[in-house]
Nanobody, 115 residues
Framework: QVQLVESGGGLVQPGGSLRLSCAAS????????MGWYRQAPGKQRNLVAR???????FYADSVKGRFTISRDNAKNTVWLQMNSLKPEDTAVYYC?????????WGQGTQVIVSS
């Protein structure tokens, strides 16, 4: 079993920044694809950013130019740097790992963007 532990959420004003972190319980990042998803109240869970084991990235149009996903395979850690935050970024953010074809999820961390 793989466990993902997330941290870094909180309350921030519009235009501010946050960095989310996700750490895995095993040394899986050398082969695992990683992603960040978010779910707003009453909405479905949507992909925010994705990064392959080789470092190739993909971003949703809504966050391009503002968010950056990165990983350190030696530390089994993935980050989501969020800049120029908007109220519509408010959601619970989830870390995802695909390991040997199986999806694993973190518990989620709350991000609130409000003045």
């Amino acid at each position: 079993q793989v466990q993902l532990v997330e941290s870094g959420g909180g309350l921030v004003q519009p235009g501010g920044s946050l960095r989310l972190s996700c750490a895995a319980s095993r040394s899986i990042f050398s082969i695992a694809a990683m992603g960040w998803y978010r779910q707003a109240p009453g909405k479905q869970r949507n992909l925010v950013a994705r990064i392959s084991s080789g470092g190739n990235t993909f971003y949703a149009d809504s966050v391009k130019g503002r968010f950056t996903i990165s990983r350190d395979n030696a530390k089994n850690t993935v980050w989501l740097q969020m800049n120029s935050l908007k109220p519509e970024d408010t959601a619970v953010y989830y870390c995802n790992a695909v390991y040997h074809g199986i999806d694993y999820w973190g518990q989620g961390t709350q991000v609130i963007v409000s003045s």
